[in-house]
């Protein structure tokens, strides 16, 4: 199995955030201990209650996650909003307009399968929304955009899902310019992981949210070269901020198939799951499966499409073994 290397060659970075070596790079890379201290003296922006429900399937995110590493994260985003506002007021002032309201605050959050993307973008919004500058924050992931099972099915690639040849980006792309052009209300396809399909009478309606954070697999693939020759926009490309969610590839595997036992004692077990075949596995037998489908689509996946997008982000998390984040890498400005 190959490893996803911790940084891209280049941009190793001394603790203090400062690039070591006399090396130059554009990015700060900060361990833990240092950007623990960017929650200055803030109170924790949620109660335990919440951190509970935010857990997911998981149970090593604890405050202590909350306060170190993501409560710093919010106050940075937090940041970037509002520049972004003041840009936006002085940009209509230059154009001599009368100032429409600002379109949405753009996050795009990529990672591998299991890496704790939707984890992270739940905390995100819910630590995003606590602040009264932007109270609003959607959470969009990008799963309603795959294209329908007989779809895949049809174009022999019921086998690549999540690879970016299985969703329609067309759509996606249409959905992310339709925000930042500030319509009222846009919507997006809805992805059930029970049938393990896109529910075709489903839609979420995102109505002018002050932040929308759009999580997926490959939020940070850059822009296709068409048929004519010409390279056409990406997704990314309407985003105002991005993160990416990154761990070991032995780390994100282990995690793949815990879940994925996990699964198999819960949301298996429903009659209406697609995969209820998997519910009556011996754990061996579980383990094998889950095994077989991390190696044959998840893992490269991740090596050839997902991992390589990752230097585009503007700052990346770095998880250890146990989900806690080891440092955070930021790109200058
Ligand atoms: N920060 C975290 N702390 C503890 N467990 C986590 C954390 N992030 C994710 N997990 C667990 O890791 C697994 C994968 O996370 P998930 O958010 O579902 O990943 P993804 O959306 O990238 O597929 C889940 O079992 C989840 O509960
Ligand atoms: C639905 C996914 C493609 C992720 O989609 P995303 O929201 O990242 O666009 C993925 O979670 C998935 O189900 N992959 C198929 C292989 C597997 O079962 O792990």
């Not at 309606?205 to 390279?231: F, H, M, S, W, Y």
Request: avoid cysteine; proline fraction near 6%.
């Amino acid at each position: 199995m190959s490893e996803v290397p911790a940084s891209p060659s280049g941009t190793t970075g001394s603790p203090n955030g400062s690039a070591s070596g006399g090396e130059v790079s554009p990015y700060v890379e900060l361990e833990r201990a240092a950007w623990a201290e960017l929650a200055g003296t803030a109170e924790t922006v949620l109660t335990p209650d919440e951190v509970v429900r935010l857990r997911g399937l998981g149970d090593a995110l604890d405050l202590r996650e909350i306060e170190q590493v993501y409560l710093p994260l919010s106050r940075l985003l937090s940041l970037y909003v509002a520049a972004n506002s003041r840009l936006h007021r002085e940009q209509e002032e230059f154009l001599h307009r009368v100032t429409p309201p600002r379109t949405p605050f753009v996050i795009g959050l990529a990672g591998s399968v299991a890496v704790g993307k939707s984890t992270t973008a739940r905390v995100l919004q819910q630590m995003l929304a606590h602040w009264p500058e932007h109270p609003h924050v959607e959470l969009v992931t990008t799963d309603g955009f795959l294209l329908p099972n007989a779809e895949l099915e049809r174009r022999g690639i019921l086998h690549r899902k999540g690879f970016p040849e299985s969703y329609d980006r067309k759509a996606l792309l249409k959905f992310v310019i339709d925000i930042k052009s500030g319509r009222d209300e846009v919507e997006a396809p809805i992805y059930s992981h029970l049938v393990y399909d896109v529910l075709p009478d489903e839609k979420v309606v995102v109505k002018r949210p002050d932040i929308v954070i759009i999580e997926g697999l490959n939020v940070l693939q850059p822009a296709r070269v068409r048929d004519d020759g010409r390279t056409g926009l990406a997704v990314s490309d309407f985003f105002d901020f991005s993160v990416y969610v990154d761990a070991a590839l032995t780390d994100i595997k282990r995690w793949y198939v815990d879940r994925f036992l996990r699964l198999r004692e819960t949301a298996f077990r429903d009659p209406a799951s697609y995969f209820r075949k998997y519910a009556a596995l011996s754990h061996d037998e579980a383990v094998d499966q889950a095994t077989r489908i991390w190696d044959s689509i998840n893992e490269p996946n991740l090596v050839q499409n997902v991992a390589p997008t990752r230097s585009r982000a503007n700052l990346v998390l770095r998880k250890d073994a146990d989900h806690s984040v080891r440092y955070v890498r930021l790109r200058k400005l």
